[in-house]
Nanobody, 126 residues
Framework: QVQLVESGGGLVQAGDSLRLSCAAS????????MAWFRQFPGKERELAVAISSNGGRRYSAASVKGRFTISRDNNKNTVYLQMNSLKPEDAAVYYC???????????????????WGQGTQVTVSS
């Protein structure tokens, strides 16, 4: 069974940076497309960034483009989310997600992702 464990969340000030990590176990990490979703209170999870299984392709939602960067280290079975220039509106629970690799390496539909982490809270004070 694939397990994803996020870490790195916390409280930061607006303009600060934060890096989240997601460590995977129990599967072949290099065969998964990976993504970071975020969930605001009372809202559905939304896709923030995604990366293809070999790391060659990346997607960023308009709301985070130029500020957030996803990367992965297939040797360490870990995916990262580097968040720069954080804004109060970025405050959310951030989830790591995985799906089997495909040509469509990203999807805004959370149901396309079979595996999820437990989430990590990011709070941004103004």
């Amino acid at each position: 069974q694939v397990q994803l464990v996020e870490s790195g969340g916390g409280l930061v000030q607006a303009g600060d940076s934060l890096r989240l990590s997601c460590a995977a176990s129990g599967g072949t990490f290099g065969s998964f497309d990976m993504a970071w979703f975020r969930q605001f209170p009372g809202k559905e999870r939304e896709l923030a960034v995604a990366i293809s299984s070999n790391g060659g392709r990346r997607y960023s939602a308009a709301s985070v483009k130029g500020r957030f960067t996803i990367s992965r280290d297939n040797n360490k079975n870990t995916v990262y989310l580097q968040m720069n220039s954080l804004k109060p509106e970025d405050a959310a629970v951030y989830y790591c997600a995985a799906k089997d690799s495909s040509d469509r390496y990203w999807s805004t539909d959370s149901y396309q992702y079979a595996y999820w982490g437990q989430g990590t809270q990011v709070t941004v004070s103004s």
